[in-house]
């Protein structure tokens, strides 16, 4: 499968995670466009993930028969997980130049708790992804789920201002 076309992708949805997570950390949360604009922001990703998988795991028919709504299913529930992982983050956008202590642990405690509950859901789905796929091509994608996660929590941590002290 096309390591190029895989690239490409990733560089437009690396693009997409800029200037979504930059328009996340300059407006204010509360600002009702800012909010469509995550969620608009958000729904392209999840598009771009799918485009991304599909490019990089050579999948028989049958494969991506049992495959995507499996993948789906999985998605909508880290898309739960993740909403909070937004209102933690909202929150903080709200909070982070006058946050009590309560508030800082509160915070560092409801994003481990999210990253837990992420792992969690991974390890639940392990299984159910081999069902249809042998091992190689279920870490080639526990691998690209990761890097994409990774790729947009980097992308958002650059643009969130740190705890003011």
Known sequence: MGTKRGIVIALLAGASVISGARAFAQAPAADTSTDDDIKLFRKD??????????????????????????FDRYTV???????????LLEDYAHNYTTMTDEQAESYIKGRAD???????????YLPVFRKVLDSKTTARFYQMDW?????????IASQTPLIEP
């Open 45 to 70: 990703v999840r598009s771009l993930r799918k485009q991304l998988i599909a490019s990089n795991l050579d999948l028989t028919d049958t494969e991506a028969q049992q495959f995507w709504p499996i």
């Open 147 to 155: 890097r994409l996660g990774l790729i947009m929590d980097l992308q």
């Open 77 to 87: 529930e880290l898309v739960a997980i993740t909403d909070h992982k937004y209102a």
């Open 114 to 124: 999210v990253e837990q509950q992420i792992m969690q859901l991974r390890l639940k």
